[in-house]
């Protein structure tokens, strides 16, 4: 009784106001699953298409013809098979579309699918999504460790500091509600340094501080003391995590920060990501070096792989062929899993149980652009990921994620938190002991 019967879809907007692909699927028992795709502003370049119809409508942004494939070509494949069996949901939407990136269905479209297959299987199940994707996949489920962001930059800040996730993590926290609160006081505090040095200038995508500093390093100084304001020492409870995101202000191995007015090679880059890991209490560094910069990407690791998480995001793009070679490379020892990089729940598990393997952490994490959607708090539990990146704490599309990891601390028990565990690739670890 838990095979398809069908599978809609319908248009619905984003936190940018841009349009997204949601799927509805009902089972033959009448259980329902739903999701909706998120989007990326600073895309990798070997991801999934986020399949958009172009034009000047809607600024070339509509999904009509993502809507449309999943009514007209993936639904129709679906309906009759077993929504538990997500691996044969998901083969069968992958043989639909041969081309290596989703060009022809859209990865809007196959992930909202994908995902609300999971959930009405779920349903089906009636338990809770973390609890069929642990069962499915066999991982022990866990709170995972927040990352959240203070300030925005890049591209979800008009590019007003070139670095763009300024971001903390409380590994010292007892409990995943612990971390929000420590977190709220970090975040007002940061606001209320800004707003006394006129550095405030409004709310970037993620929901962080929209900053107007004169330089990355005054950044980072603002954020360090920001957790002192909190009443934290930095460094103990407190850590710092950066999403350099360089490809956005790199190729080929040059990188120019423009706030800085300052142009070096992929060397000097290094080095200066290295001075700052050594000047503030930075455990995680997300994409330091370009995609395109394998080179530099493994020499970051041999440097500082030891001591910091290096995570992949543009550079993996959850994909689980790039994570071997970022394996075999020794470039990064975390992998960003993001669902609609490479546009199936089945991929992205794959790809998650590479990296586990691999003895590499994992984060699972949100787009820039969201919505009302939770799947990835539940993916997070489920997988075990030990770390969940979903923005700042500020905007309903951010919040509604950390509200659902906290409703599940309440079935799961405050205890099965990740903490200061999730950290094993950094020198906090040490503290552990
Ligand atoms: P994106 O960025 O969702 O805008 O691509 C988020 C990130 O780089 O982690
Ligand atoms: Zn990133």
């Known amino acids: 009784m838990s095979a398809i019967r069908s599978v809609t879809a319908r248009r619905v907007w984003d936190s940018r106001g841009n349009p997204t692909v949601e799927v509805d699927v009902q089972l033959e028992d009448g259980s329902f699953g739903r999701a909706i795709a998120p989007a990326g502003a600073s895309r990798g370049r070997r991801e999934a298409t986020d399949l958009r119809d172009g034009g000047f409508r809607l600024r070339g942004k509509d999904v009509g013809r993502a809507v449309r494939n999943v009514v007209d070509t993936i639904g129709p494949v679906l309906v009759g098979m ?5 691996t044969s949901v998901d083969q069968a939407i992958l043989a639909l579309d041969p081309s290596p990136d989703k060009s022809l269905l859209g990865g809007n479209a196959t992930v909202a699918t994908s995902m ?36 925005g930059g890049g591209a979800h800040a008009g590019r007003r500091v070139d670095i763009q996730d300024f971001m903390i993590m409380v590994p010292g926290a007892a409990s995943f509600d612990e971390v929000m609160e420590i977190t709220n006081e ?70 120019r920060l423009a706030l800085e007015d300052k142009e070096m090679e992929s060397g000097a880059m290094i080095d200066l990501l ?16 370009g995609e395109d910069d394998p080179s530099g990407m493994i020499e970051f690791t041999r440097r500082y792989g030891e001591r910091v998480q290096i995570i992949g995001d543009d550079y993996l793009v959850t994909n689980t062929a790039l994570v071997a070679k970022g394996v075999s490379d020794g470039a990064c020892n975390c992998v960003l899993i993001k669902v609609n990089q490479i546009g199936t729940v089945t991929e992205a598990a794959a790809t998650y149980d590479a990296a586990r393997t691999a003895g590499w952490t994992a984060v699972v994490s949100a787009r820039s652009g969201e919505t009302e959607d939770t799947s990835i708090s539940h993916l997070s539990v ?12 500020q905007r309903s599309e951010r919040m509604v994620k950390w509200n659902e990891c906290l409703r599940i601390q309440d079935t799961l028990g405050a205890h099965n938190f990740a903490a200061g565990a999730a950290l094993s690739k950094t020198w906090w670890a040490g503290k552990l002991n």
């Open 82 to 86: 077993d929504a538990q069996d997500q």
């Open 116 to 151: 609300a297959v999971l959930h009405a299987a779920a349903a089906h199940k009636e338990i809770p999504l973390w609890q069929h994707v642990a069962q499915l996949y066999g991982y022990t489920p866990s709170l995972p460790l927040p990352e959240i962001q203070i300030f």
């Open 186 to 255: 970090v975040y007002f505090a940061a606001g209320d340094i800004m707003a006394a040095r006129g550095a405030l200038a409004g709310i970037a995508d993620e929901g962080g501080w929209w900053p107007n500093f004169r330089s990355n390093e005054e950044a980072l100084e603002t954020l360090v003391a920001a957790i002192e304001k909190a009443g934290e020492k930095p460094g103990e409870r407190v850590v710092i995590s950066l999403d350099i995101a360089a490809s956005e202000f790199g190729s080929d191995g040059r990188y």
């Open 274 to 289: 290295g001075q700052w890991l050594d000047a503030y209490p930075i455990v995680s560094i997300e994409d330091p070096l």
């Open 382 to 393: 489920g997988l075990g990921s030990q770390q969940l990146k979903v923005g700042s704490f």
